[in-house]
């Protein structure tokens, strides 16, 4: 069953009734630009073939119901009174949003409605900001409102901010309010200007491999590498990394404390691997993209330090496959996925033997699908 019918099945019986509203968003794989967000740096993502669905109704009064259908969790809250609910913390990314929506000054009142998902949470793709952007088109629907699709990303990174706890720049609720049906996109995270940037070659697949070791953002990790990098900025007197020159950086880089200074390392080479990937993506000659992968795996592996030893295994694994062009880990790491490239008629043989390989080192399946860059966040016609 898709999510769409399994939230529609969980909205009879949970609600005896039928939806009168209905939101999707995806998911991302981020391809390049590996914690740059959050820098001001460049990212380059696509959106999901997969996604999370809201179904569900106002309610008029004050009154929000949340039905989790993927692990059948039943939760009610006040509109009035908005508070992170440590008993139901899945539900945490749909009330911070109602909260951004209310400071916003959009009227949102009582509502029930259900979430269903086919992005594995903890997984690295962005089930979090899938909910959080299924969420704020979903109240559109219930109470129309006209923010720029910009405002809506930031308004659910503020809700992860502030309501979750976890400090994310704004990678994946741009990826899934902004994808495009085919296309990678780049945004520079520091003015917010973004584009769609179309491979070069269609005889290339986006391959995800699921190493099926969950992480959790919220565990403080994320948080602390934030804090290095900021703290890395601030020794070179400015406020973001983006704003140190790579000149800077390497003039100044000994007087900085081991820690700060492999983290601002991997984030000033990373965007600078964002600008060049860019351009080796949309052109035909595979040999820099894959080069381009290799080294930005081997940043977050020695100076980043955010893989895992399977994420290392799957990337050192794939690459040694015939047709695999190229591979690193995805999203914010120490478990999840691996990103791969791979001529389109190996796929099948390259996934049989990716998930042999994984299977003998570890005894785990890996999940191992290609995927289409596919369309953002939208209302759902029912
Ligand atoms: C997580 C965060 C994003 C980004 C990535 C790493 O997905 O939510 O904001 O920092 O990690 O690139």
Known sequence: M???ERAQAACREQFGARPTAGAFAP???EIM??????NGGFVLPAALDKGTVMLGAPTGDDAITL????FRRLARFSAQTLQPDPRNSWADYALGVVQQLQKRGVPIGGFRAVIASDVPSGSGLSSSAALEVSTAFFLKKCFPYELPP??????AQQAENEFVGVQCGILDQFSSVFGREGSLLF????TLEHDAVKMGRDDLALVVCDSIVKHALTGGDYNTRRVECMDAARHFGKNLL???????FTTGEMKLPLNQCKRARHILAEDRRVLAMREAIAG???APIGRLLAEGHASCRDLFENTSPELDFLVDKAVEIEGCIGAKMTGGGWGGCTINLVELDAVPQFSETLAAYYRDATGHEALIYPFRASEGAHILDL
């Open 284 to 286: 035909t000659d595979t």
């Open 150 to 155: 910009m405002e809506i990303a930031r308004l």
């Open 67 to 70: 039905y989790a259908a993927d």
């Open 187 to 190: 945004l520079d995270c520091l």
């Open 242 to 248: 983006r704003e140190v020159s790579w000149d800077e």
């Open 2 to 4: 898709s999510s769409f």
């Open 33 to 38: 630009g590996n914690h740059t967000d959050y």
């Open 27 to 29: 998911g991302r794989v």
